[in-house]
């Protein structure tokens, strides 16, 4: 198991930028896939990007292509979700998450092992 705290949630207006921050603790390794998942209120939690324990790969929705980045900092035990040009439809609560080996076929989809509590982006227009 490992313990994975977001970060960097707040109010933004439409069209700026947040970082959201992972860190993880609690297991001495960082042989795992990281994702970050969102819910809206009311509506079912989503997928919206993912990356590989080395880094190498990652995986994003449709929805947030070209304007969100997702990376690591294995080093710092912290993976990152880079947002711009948010919209109100972003607005949710995300949550970060680690999949642990063996991995599935397609393991950015799920499920995952562990969760973080999760961090609200409210987006304004």
């Known amino acids: 198991q490992v313990q994975l705290v977001e970060s960097g949630g707040g109010l933004v207006q439409a069209g700026g930028s947040l970082r959201l921050s992972c860190a993880a603790s609690g297991r001495t390794s960082s042989n795992y896939n990281m994702g970050w998942l969102r819910q809206a209120s009311g509506k079912e939690r989503e997928f919206v990007a993912a990356i590989s324990a080395s880094g190498g790969t990652t995986y994003y929705a449709d929805s947030v292509k070209g304007r969100f980045t997702i990376s690591r900092d294995n080093a710092k035990n912290t993976g990152y979700l880079e947002m711009a040009s948010l919209t109100p439809a972003d607005s949710a609560v995300y949550y970060c998450?680690?999949?642990?080996?063996?991995?599935?076929?397609?393991?950015?989809?799920?499920?995952?092992?562990?969760w973080g509590q999760g961090t609200q982006v409210t987006v304004s227009s």
């Open positions: 998450a680690a999949d642990w080996p063996p991995y599935r076929w397609h393991w950015w989809l799920g499920p995952y092992d562990d």
